[in-house]
């Protein structure tokens, strides 16, 4: 699998987080971090991130170290998307930072475009 570098979509923490996961749950090598928009959220659309098997409907990118598949349908909502992990007092967790945003909600997991 031709795989291009990008650093765009994960921060080193957020990759790093990812790489955590990947060898605390057992994630099957086969099996790469998808990152998708669905409909829902209190602004239109959220973000989801799990593991799953890439398909021909992907295109693929790796950001240091992580392979990662995101549907060519959403690419028009993630195009220049960039996650991070943070782990403070003030925020835990995933987040997103999406160029494509034109209103997000409080917490960051929705957006609409």
């Known amino acids: 699998m031709n795989v291009p570098e990008t650093t765009a979509l994960l921060t080193e923490r957020a990759a790093q987080q990812v790489k955590n996961i990947i060898k605390e749950e057992k994630v099957e090598s086969d099996k790469v971090l998808r990152i998708a928009v669905k409909g ?3 602004s239109g659309l ?4 799990g593991f799953d098997v890439p398909t021909t409907a992907d295109q693929m990118f790796e950001s240091h170290g992580v392979k990662i598949a995101i549907d060519k349908r959403h690419l028009l909502y993630l ?3 960039s996650v991070d992990f943070r782990d403070g007092l003030d925020a835990r967790g995933f987040m997103f930072e999406n160029p494509n945003a034109t209103s997000t909600c409080g917490c960051g997991t929705s ?3």
């Open 111 to 113: 957006f609409s475009a």
């Open 79 to 81: 195009e220049g998307l």
């Open 46 to 49: 959220s973000y989801e991130l």
């Open 40 to 42: 829902g959220g209190c």
